[in-house]
């Protein structure tokens, strides 16, 4: 565990791997934290010089007042600023790695390190632009529900302070979690996690998003097609995303990397291998 000052505040982050080699960054989602990269941490930290950082306001990461730090363009300087601390000479390749939010920040991410981005590799998770997309369909509007009660100040923060423990796991267990679950899950950072939330959709409403041209380097989506959420995106929707664009679907739910580690690993050599076709699988 180690800690980096980034832009006045603490951010909290677990180190592995090869300080010589590329720099592997993984970005959690919501509810999680760094260590739901724990089943394929031992595969990237063996090719890979692993960072895994906690999110803002999820512990032991600072806390921000408002919205502003929680909000794409913020984190994306935050996450730039981690790089260039762990890589002062700004000369090492970064492989990106995200799920769930964490996808948001590593599509928005990408697009800022040009040259330097050797991969990107999303788990059930779309950037903003691509989210938006989604929303015309009334399909994924209605798996989508659960969203618009995060973006309520106060609602879901007073359920998740009072709801009882087995209720949260149960949430869980039905989009596929299948690792043993904190007893005692930190509900203060459950609630701070609502505001990366309202932090995008802020910048939504204010349509602060930027054009992006597509990314180049080779491009991997492993997407569990039971995800309760999320429907699985085509070739077609992400065409205009990226140029070099591999996607495989896997039988898990919401969290393949954990729910099925090893074809995961299997999948990732194969990819960094340069053994990924362009395709839907």
Not at 124 to 144: C, F, V
Request: net charge positive; glycine share 6%.
């Amino acid at each position: 565990m180690h800690h980096a000052k980034l832009r006045g505040l603490s951010t909290a982050y677990l180190e592995d791997g090869n300080p010589n080699q590329p720099i592997a960054l993984c970005l959690h989602g919501f509810p999680d934290n760094a260590h739901v990269w724990d089943p394929i941490a031992p595969l990237l930290s063996s090719r890979f010089h692993l960072i895994r950082p906690f999110n803002r306001g999820t512990s032991p990461s600072d806390d921000a007042k408002g919205l502003d730090r929680y909000r794409l363009q913020a984190l994306t300087l935050d996450w730039l600023e981690l790089i260039n601390q762990i890589d002062p000479d700004q000369k090492r390749k970064i492989v990106l790695i995200g799920h769930d939010l964490g996808a948001v920040m590593a599509w928005e991410l990408a697009s800022h390190l040009g040259n330097r981005l050797q991969n990107l590799i999303i788990f059930n998770g779309l950037s903003l632009p691509q989210m938006i997309s989604r929303w015309r369909s009334p399909n994924q509007l209605l798996k989508s529900w659960y969203i618009y009660s995060f973006l309520v100040p106060g609602l879901c923060e007073n359920t998740l302070l009072r709801i009882p423990p087995h209720f949260i796991k149960a949430g869980y267990r039905l989009a596929g979690y299948n690792l043993e679950i904190p007893s005692d899950l930190d509900r203060q950072s459950l609630t701070r996690g609502l505001l990366l939330y309202r932090g995008f959709a802020l910048d939504i409403k204010l349509k602060l998003l930027a054009e992006r041209k597509p990314l180049i380097s080779p491009t991997l989506i492993l997407w569990g097609k039971n995800d309760p959420a999320l429907n699985h995106p085509l070739v077609d929707e992400l065409k205009s995303d990226s140029t070099n664009l591999t996607i495989r679907l896997l039988e898990a739910g919401h969290w393949p990397y954990v729910e099925d580690t090893k074809t995961v690993n299997l999948a990732l050599n194969r990819f960094f291998d340069g053994g990924a076709s362009h395709a839907t699988h």
